[in-house]
């Protein structure tokens, strides 16, 4: 598999594009979803779907095998119990998470980013955290801050650890905001004129700045992650990144556009088991 790693090769995205409807309105989301998967399996045909989880080790043994053995003992495993205290600490109301959560918490990262037909848009699993905070007389978290708002949610998805991700797209405003989760995903922006397909689809495998693209598929199934020890990264701060990198203004996180990437983006991987507080390079 290794030697399938090649250097990135900018442009001629327009044919691919065009074989993932990227500029049909209101595309079925499963179609979308299953191209994708189908254009994988004939890049990487010795590949399996479980296997998309790890990112872009898939093209590195090494990089994998050093993943397992710092998996063994994470070197951000106080991180991790510093947002378990945080999950456990009652808030004003003498309630705490596991109160005002589905299922006290459990088993239900994989669902979301979910749309909340009532509020009429897309609501992350952060944005479920600060409402919760709300509802108990709480200050809501920064969504990128890291000691809070990171710390909570890498505790949260290690209760829903093995889940599979579960995105819904069902109902009018659902398919508008995955549309445009769909259209930030693909559109180019930024003096370097990239869009997110640019690396992590028709560049997926390829090398970049020294460092292999990983597939848009499996990508959304482990965040936050914790990058050279215990330097946590959340998926949004990671777009946000991305944009900086393209040399594009990126958005606030928790934003609507951002929001609603993370909705399709996450779509992609359904049906993959989530993999909660990873170690990533």
């Known amino acids: 598999m290794r030697g399938r790693v090649r250097h990135i090769v900018v442009g001629g995205l327009a044919a691919l594009l065009a074989c993932l409807g990227a500029g049909a309105a ?21 590949l399996q779907a479980e296997q998309y989880v790890h990112g872009a080790m898939l093209f590195d043994p090494e990089a994998m095998a050093q993943y397992r053995s710092i998996m063994e003992f994470p070197p951000f495993a106080g991180e991790v119990e510093k947002g378990e205290i945080l999950w456990r600490v009652p808030m004003q109301s003498a309630l705490t998470y596991a109160d005002c959560l589905p299922n006290g918490g459990r088993m239900i990262a994989g669902n979301y980013p979910m749309f909340d037909e009532a509020k009429g848009r897309v609501v992350t699993l952060e944005d479920a955290i600060n409402a919760c905070r709300v509802a108990n007389n709480e200050v809501p978290y920064q969504h990128g801050d890291p000691a809070t708002m990171g710390a909570l949610t890498a505790y949260l998805r290690s209760l829903s650890d093995g889940m599979k991700m579960n995105i819904r797209v069902e109902g009018e405003g659902a398919r508008r905001a995955f549309e445009d989760g769909r259209k930030t995903f693909y559109a180019r922006a930024g003096q370097l004129n990239f869009s997110c397909a640019s690396c992590h689809v028709d560049n997926a495998g390829n090398r970049l700045r020294g460092e292999t693209l990983s597939p848009a598929i499996g990508q959304a199934t482990h965040w936050p992650v914790f990058r050279g020890g215990d330097q946590l990264l959340t998926l949004q701060a990671r777009y946000a990144s991305c944009h900086r990198l393209a040399r ?12 609603n990437l993370e909705y399709f983006h996450s779509y992609l991987s359904n049906g993959l088991p989530l993999r909660a507080s990873v170690f990533r390079k």
């Open 26 to 46: 209101f595309a079925e989301p499963e179609d979308d979803r299953l191209r994708l998967e189908a254009f994988f399996r004939k890049q990487f045909p010795d």
């Open 248 to 259: 594009h203004v990126p958005d606030a996180l928790g934003s609507t556009r951002y929001n």
